[in-house]
T-cell receptor, first 113, second 112 residues
C-alpha cells in the first residue's frame, strides 16, 4: 500500500460521539486525500491537503473536518458521528510530479450505530 | 462539470472469457483517464492510465484506449482469470489538477 497506514482499520461507534481516523504516510508526498466509499457512489472526496496546514473541501465535506500538522499525518474527524457516516474511508496520497496518480491505503471500515 | 459513468454491475464471466467494462466521461478540460482496481479487503491500486487522445494504457493483459470522439475509456481483456475478480473504477483528472473523479465502480466475478 505504498507506505500508507490507516488506523484504526475497523471501528464501531455510537451516534453523537466524536471519531478521528488517522492516515500516516512514509513517502513524503505533498498531497493527501480522504475519500468515502459507498455502494452505488464509487469514491467521493471528503477533504484533501496540498501541504502542511493547507487543506480544502471535497464534494462531501459536511460533518467532517481535517488537520495536517505534519507532512506524514492527515487526520479526519467526525465531530458528532451520524448513521449516514457509516462507510469505508480511504486515505490516498500523491506526489508533486505525478500528482494525478494516487496511492491508496487499505481503508477504515466505520460503523455508526 | 466533470463526471464518469461506468456500466452497471455486477458482471459475472467464466474463466478465459473476453471482458469489456464500459466507461464514458464528461469533462470541461482535457482529462487524463485511469482505471483503478480494488481487490477484496484492499485499497484501490492503479491498473492503467492514458493522458491524451488515442493513447492506449495497458497492464496485466488489460487495455483501454482514450477515445476523445466518443468520450470513452473502455476496459478490455482478452482472457480473464479467476484472479481478476475485483471491483474496477474508471476515473478522470483534469490536467494540472490533483483531484480524481471516480465512476461508481463495476464488480467483476470470474468463475472457474
Amino acid at each position: 500500500d505504498a507506505g500508507i497506514t490507516q488506523s484504526p482499520r475497523h471501528k464501531v461507534t455510537e451516534t453523537g460521539t466524536p471519531v478521528t481516523l488517522r492516515c500516516h504516510q512514509t513517502e513524503n508526498h505533498r498531497y493527501m486525500y480522504w475519500y468515502r466509499q459507498d455502494p452505488g457512489h464509487g469514491l467521493r472526496l471528503i477533504h484533501y491537503s496540498y501541504g502542511v496546514k493547507d487543506t480544502d473541501k471535497g464534494e462531501v465535506s459536511d460533518g467532517y473536518s481535517v488537520s495536517r500538522s505534519k507532512t506524514e499525518d492527515f487526520l479526519l474527524t467526525l465531530e458528532s458521528a451520524t448513521s449516514s457516516q457509516t462507510s469505508v474511508y480511504f486515505c490516498a496520497i500523491s506526489g508533486e510530479v505525478t500528482k494525478n496518480i494516487q496511492y491508496f491505503g487499505a481503508g477504515t471500515r466505520l460503523s455508526v450505530l | 462539470g466533470n463526471s464518469v459513468t461506468q456500466m452497471e454491475g455486477p458482471v459475472t464471466l467464466s474463466e478465459e472469457a473476453f471482458l469489456t467494462i464500459n466507461c464514458t466521461y464528461t469533462a470541461t478540460g482535457y482529462p487524463s483517464l485511469f482505471w483503478y482496481v480494488q481487490y477484496p479487503g484492499e485499497g484501490l491500486q492503479l491498473l492503467l492510465k492514458a493522458t491524451k487522445a488515442d493513447d492506449k494504457g495497458s497492464n496485466k493483459g488489460f487495455e483501454a484506449t482514450y477515445r476523445k470522439e466518443t468520450t470513452s475509456f473502455h476496459l478490455e481483456k482478452g482472457s480473464v482469470q479467476v484472479s481478476d475478480s475485483a471491483v474496477y473504477f474508471c476515473a478522470l483528472s483534469i490536467q494540472g489538477a490533483q483531484k480524481l473523479v471516480f465512476g461508481q465502480g463495476t464488480r467483476l466475478t470470474i468463475n472457474p
